[in-house]
């Protein structure tokens, strides 16, 4: 069985602070998608990493896949009170395997930007 | 496009009863999954359908059935609900061969 663990769980902030959220497994997943999600909503996909070392921006967002794809990591600069919600990592199957889409989510962390 | 809907959004059962949670989307996606969401441990699979006519148990099936009726639908049943099933129940599709995949809005289940 495949396992994320996601660190931290929560993030209590303020507005104009960096942050960064970890995303480690001791497997390797073929792929790995971070999503974010609001209160009464599903999870919106964010970014899909699928090289190891890969480094995707979106804005103030900065992922990162590890290089041996057993890791990511979400950076926020200059973090905004739209940005609040809980962010979730999760993997795609195992290298050389079928996943038929099959996701692992991590645990989640709770951010909370106060202004 | 409404995209992915499930239905009901909200249910309070007893324990011992029974529901079907729907799920239908209007993408023509192949794949379609159901999760459920618990405080602190994300979300965990518990049946996907790879492709219409084809169902496989995922992390945690136990207490559960599925039925994809068809292309679009794709609905979840607890044949008789213990408390321990009380979470927030998300479905989703994607595209063979795409990453994304699509999620609906949930559906919050309380079971007494």
């Known amino acids: 069985t495949q396992l994320l663990e996601q660190s931290p769980q929560f993030l209590s902030i303020q507005e104009g602070e960096n942050l960064t959220v970890y995303c480690n497994s001791s497997s390797v997943f073929s792929s790995l998608q971070w999503y974010r999600q609001e209160p009464g909503e599903g999870p919106v996909l964010l970014v899909t990493v699928v090289t190891g070392g890969e480094v995707k921006k979106l804005k103030r967002l900065t992922f990162q896949f590890g290089d041996a794809r057993k890791d990511s990591s979400l950076h926020i600069t200059a973090a905004q009170p739209g940005d609040t919600g809980l962010y979730l990592c999760a993997g795609t199957g195992n290298a050389g395997g079928t996943s038929y889409g099959k996701l692992t989510f991590g645990q989640g962390t709770i951010l909370t930007v106060h202004p | 496009n409404a995209g992915v809907t499930q239905t009901p959004k909200f249910q309070v059962l007893k324990t011992g009863q029974s529901m079907t949670l729907q799920c239908a989307q209007d993408?023509?996606?192949?794949?379609m999954y159901w999760y459920r969401q618990d405080p602190g441990m994300g979300l965990r699979l518990i049946y996907y359908?790879?492709?219409?006519?084809?169902?496989d148990k995922g992390e945690v099936p136990n207490g559960y059935n599925v039925s994809r009726l068809n292309k679009r639908e794709f609905s979840l049943r607890l044949e008789s609900a213990a408390p321990s099933q009380t979470s927030v129940y998300f479905c989703?599709?994607?595209?063979?061969?795409?990453?994304?995949?699509?999620f609906g809005p949930g559906t919050r289940l309380l079971v007494l």
């Open positions: 993408m023509n996606h192949n794949s």
């Open positions: 359908s790879a492709s219409e006519g084809t169902t």
């Open positions: 989703a599709s994607k595209q063979s061969a795409k990453e994304t995949q699509y």
